[in-house]
């Protein structure tokens, strides 16, 4: 972002740099301004937003994965992406995507919207051309017409998608922030979430924890956050690791980081569920499914809160998310994945838990303190082989005994008598 003085007499001083934008996927290939905000078309299918008065990220668009997205424009509060691929791409003010379709046989180069005029007449107050030009040669024009008014969250159709599906070209999570709004990108995002059954326990189930991950990564970017997998022990699931970057301003902010997990039990069997643990079902206002409270339900609650709040241009600190993949299993290659990328991860000011419980279902609290668990395995060996009971008993000493004896000292009460513990 640069400054620019029209004073002909400032030769020396008349370009400023403010500020630099950092998009975090690779080259930056086109940019539009509208109300105040930012657009950037960038490598990989992703459009980038700022805020230019607080230099916040606020959306992250994937407009369509892995094609670069080469001229943006803007009318009405709609946004055309024109990709590589020779796709055109509409999304509305909240991005959701109303519109795709194959404008050129090759590359789209660039696009620009102009009032409409057919026949050498002017049309109609408000209505517009989008005019492209591709790689094929051709320069086309595009009459706009209005798409039909939606309900809120109603161009979110994949409500119940399979398992491998993920945010990309096809689903928009990112919407307006209104309180109905805001809900229904929280449902649909959760019944793709649960849909994955990331069983940690289950080697059968590795490549869905996998997916999980990759779907999860991509839903926070999409949030509005920075977003990567961060691997601690090769075979073990890795850790999604998320950013949400807080409004820019003179004194340094705090540092939240939030903790969850998204593997899962094994749902039992069949006959203990009414529907499939793995589809989200709604019931008495109620919703379940595989996961829903323990934990990817508490994950996309505090990402979908990061997400209004950057909307709204009121994050005032950084919140970090560490969500595992392996939290019913042991975390396996947590404590490795974080020493590994303590420097990313940076200093942190608290650190907020999820994975507790309410006092009842209406009434929420805040758990400030949880005891660890050990999980022990002690052995005791006797000098020799096994000896008659009835022949031998008592006058040797007999390994279950010393065991008794060392864990009947292991507590004093509510203490711990291990030393350093």
Not at 66 to 74: A, E, K, P, T, Y
Request: contains cysteine.
């Amino acid at each position: 972002l640069w400054s620019y003085s029209a004073d002909p007499s400032d030769t020396a001083n008349n370009i400023t740099l403010l500020h630099t934008f950092h998009a975090q996927v690779g080259g930056v290939l086109s940019i539009i301004t509208r109300n105040g905000n930012i657009y950037a078309g960038c490598q990989g299918g992703h459009v980038k937003i700022w805020d230019i008065e607080t230099k916040t990220l606020v959306r992250t668009i994937i407009a369509q994965e892995n094609v670069d997205i080469l001229s943006l424009s803007m009318t009405d509060g709609e946004l055309y992406t024109c990709a590589a691929g020779g796709c055109i791409q509409r999304f509305s003010p909240t991005f959701d995507k109303t519109g795709c379709w194959r404008g050129h046989s090759g590359t789209v180069l660039t696009s620009i919207i102009v009032p409409s005029r057919h026949d050498g007449k002017k049309a109609a107050d408000g209505q517009r051309d989008l005019i492209t030009g591709g790689s094929d040669n051709n320069i086309k024009v595009w009459a706009i017409r209005q798409p039909s008014a939606q309900k809120p969250g109603s161009s979110l159709p994949e409500t119940t998608l399979s398992h491998r599906s993920v945010p990309s070209q096809e689903t928009n999570l990112a919407g307006e922030t209104d309180d109905a709004t805001a809900s229904d990108t929280l449902v649909n995002a959760l019944s793709q979430f649960v849909s994955f059954p990331s069983v940690s326990g289950s080697l059968s189930h590795h490549e869905d924890c996998r997916q999980a991950a990759i779907w999860l990564k991509k839903c926070l970017i999409q949030f509005g956050a920075e977003s990567q997998l961060l691997y601690g022990i090769e075979g073990k699931n890795p850790v999604v690791f998320g950013l949400f970057r807080g409004t820019e301003s003179k004194q340094a902010r705090r540092r939240v980081l939030f903790y969850g997990h998204y593997d899962v039990i094994a749902a039992g069997p069949p006959s203990s569920w009414e529907h499939d643990p793995f589809t989200l079902t709604g019931l008495n206002g109620y919703l379940y499914g595989r996961g829903v409270t323990d934990n990817k339900g508490p994950v996309l609650a505090v990402a979908c809160a990061a997400s209004e709040m950057l909307a709204r241009r009121s994050l005032d600190m950084d919140l970090i998310l560490l969500i595992e993949g392996e939290e019913e299993a042991g975390s396996g290659g947590f404590e490795e994945a974080v020493r590994k990328y303590k420097d990313q991860i940076g200093n942190i000011d608290a650190i907020l838990v999820s994975n507790s419980y309410w006092i009842d279902d209406a009434r929420p609290c805040i758990t400030y303190g949880l005891r660890g668990v050990i999980h022990a395995t002690i052995e005791v060996q006797g000098e020799g082989p096994d000896v008659h009971s009835g022949v031998d008993g008592g006058a040797h000493i007999e390994p279950m005994m010393d065991m008794t004896k060392v864990l009947s000292k292991l507590s004093e009460g509510t203490r711990i008598a291990i030393p350093g513990f």
